[in-house]
């Protein structure tokens, strides 16, 4: 459902008409609660110290109109709010005349990326600094974000200056998908700073909010389709939960369990030495998965709204214990503000599974040298996603074992199958490649320490006929990871279980040993290792080795561990 052009034309102009005496005196509508705000902390210090220096005519990068509008809320003190509505006129005046050029302004970058970031600047500054803007500002900027607002849902109408400037609206009916979050963000925002309830606030609760809920409700375990690298952008998602559960009252972020359950998700995702996550989809920020300030704020904005007093635990421990104790960049000292909480207290739980976005964790414990691993099964739906349904990652001794080659890649962002731990099926010297959407299945059972699952990855061959069956079986006891693989293929049909390591592996027979890693085969018994070095493949790679098992018959069996913990399993060598 989108606003036709005269619908939505027509909406705008009766409401301006009713209610603009109203609006000339109206402020205060974004009613955020901001009592949580610890004048006397250490975090509050930095926030304000890095504001006063751009008040001071020397903004850092990534400073907001919103920093200054938060100061200007928090303080009383106007100095402020004057900033705030400097920078947000700039923001106006630089779009009306790139419009008067007859180009698109910056709102529309990158198929309005950025829009929410820059519209909600725009609608704070206009709310609560209201008092310091004059009319003539307070009617351009309506006149700005309305038209933003409207290009965003009717992409096909969209237009600037009167002139056509149609998109693809990429991500404006898909809840799971960070540019949709941009789009509410601008929206939300907006809509209560304007007060035009009769036009964006029944649109959100009636169309765009109903569709987020039904999409979270179905993500049980919490995590994101996108994966850890782009899927960290739901901390925007939980923070729009909390601007408009103070300002209207409905509390999206407890509608479903996937908030809450998000703050397991990222606790179990979290690898043993408490500094790096697990690497799922793209990594394009770093390609190495360091734990970094927008984790902390999703886990932030998680716990400040949970009603989960467990869940509520468990972010808090977490928070206290991260490489990341504090935002790093000063472009993230505002979301610092939110309290982290005193709890200490470890989880007991070593294993987790996030059913929606078929991802399971399980680790020997909690210590910095515990041994730690993640499979996935489940739906490949999201562009951020990468082939690597099927896919284990293990962690131990202090470093990666057995990793995704994407996190050794410069982009971070190399989706293919052959990076990816998983057993790669090539049909006449072309790998067959998993597609999307597809939706894999797990069965996960835990005890103890030792935990089973089994994925059904067929579906993710999209039918091919040439890959007519695969399942994985993993049985992971005491730091060991026992795979099992069955697949049935055509003829001129070759499997290749594949292990993509960090460091240079020595091969002897049918084991394997890359740095603390061993790596045994069991099945086949015609088994042939082989390696292949990253660094020839493609000048993106820095490093990494992939291992290739090949052999006769329709199964793998493979054990993987650290030396010592094998020769205590009593695992065949």
């Given amino acids: ?44 210090s930095r926030f304000k ?16 109109a919103t920093d200054a509008a938060y100061m200007g ?44 970031g820059m519209i909600s600047d725009l609608a704070l500054t206009y709310d609560w600094c209201f008092a310091q803007t004059s009319e003539s500002q307070r009617t351009r ?12 849902w009717n992409y096909s109408l969209a237009q600037w200056g009167g002139q056509a400037a149609p998109w693809s609206g990429w991500g404006t009916d898909d809840p799971g998908n960070n540019y949709h979050f941009s789009f509410l963000e601008a929206t939300m925002y907006w809509a209560i700073a304007s007060g035009s309830v009769s036009v964006w606030q029944p649109y959100l609760e009636n169309v765009k909010l109903p569709l987020v ?39 999206l972020g407890n509608a479903s369990s996937h908030m809450s359950d998000s703050i397991a998700y990222w606790v179990h995702a979290t690898v043993p030495t408490m500094d790096r996550f697990a690497p799922i989809g793209d990594q394009s920020r770093s390609s190495v998965p360091w734990l970094y300030d927008y984790h902390r704020d999703l886990v932030l ?28 960049s000063a472009f993230n000292y505002r979301d610092d503000l939110l309290p982290a909480g005193t709890n200490t207290t470890p989880p007991s739980e070593l294993s987790y599974h996030a059913q929606g976005v078929g991802v ?10 515990a041994t730690w691993l993640t499979f996935i099964a489940g739906p490949y739906t999201q562009s951020h996603a990468h082939q690597e349904q099927g896919a284990f990652t293990l962690f131990g001794a202090g470093d990666w074992l057995a990793v995704t080659e994407n996190i050794w890649s410069h982009s971070g962002i190399q989706a293919d ?102 790596i045994t085969v069991v099945e086949p018994a015609d088994a042939t290792l082989s390696a292949v070095d990253w660094t020839t493949v493609d000048g993106d790679y820095s490093s990494g080795w992939r291992i290739d098992v090949v052999g006769s018959g329709s199964q793998f069996v493979v054990q993987l561990g650290i030396p010592d913990q094998i020769f205590a399993g009593g695992f065949e060598q």
């Avoid at 998993?434 to 990855?457: E, H, I, R, Y």
Wanted: hydrophobic letters at 35%.
């Fill in 1 to 44: 459902m989108r606003f036709s052009s005269l619908r939505l034309a027509c909406a705008l102009t009766a409401f301006c008409a009713i209610f603009a005496p109203f609006l000339a005196n109206a402020q205060n509508l974004i009613t955020i609660d901001l009592s949580y705000v610890d004048q006397q902390s250490q975090a509050f």
């Fill in 49 to 64: 110290s890095w504001v006063d220096q751009a008040v001071g005519g020397d903004p850092d990068y990534g400073f907001s």
């Fill in 73 to 116: 809320k928090i303080t009383g003190q106007q100095q402020y709010c004057a900033l705030a509505v400097q920078m947000t006129d700039q923001q106006v005046s630089d779009a009306e005349s790139a419009i008067a050029s007859g180009d698109a302004p910056d709102v529309a970058y990158d198929s309005y990326l950025y829009s929410g």
């Fill in 141 to 152: 900027w309506t006149t700005y974000a309305n038209q933003t607002l409207f290009n965003i």
């Fill in 213 to 251: 809920e039904q999409y979270y409700a179905a993500l049980p375990g919490g995590g994101s389709e996108e994966g850890t690298g782009y899927g960290v952008s739901q901390r925007n998602l939980f923070a729009l939960y909390r601007m408009w559960y103070d300002c209207i009252g409905t509390d």
């Fill in 301 to 328: 904005e998680a716990r400040a709204q949970s009603d989960d007093d467990a869940m509520r635990d468990l972010a808090s421990w977490w928070l206290n214990s991260i490489s990341v104790d504090h935002m790093s």
């Fill in 360 to 369: 399971m964790f399980a680790r020997t414990g909690w210590d910095p040298g």
């Fill in 417 to 518: 199958t052959s990076t990816n731990n998983v057993v790669r099926f090539v049909h006449d010297g072309n790998t067959i490649r998993q597609t999307q959407p597809s939706t894999s299945d797990m069965t996960f059972t835990s005890n103890g320490s030792s935990v089973q699952a089994s994925g059904d990855l067929t579906p993710a061959f999209g039918g091919d006929p040439n890959v007519s069956f695969w399942q994985r079986g993993i049985d992971f006891t005491g730091g060991i990871l026992t795979v099992t693989d069955n697949f049935s293929v055509t003829s001129g049909t070759q499997a290749i279980f594949q292990v993509n390591v960090p460091v240079q592996p020595v091969i002897s027979g049918h084991t394997a040993t890359a740095g603390a890693l061993r």
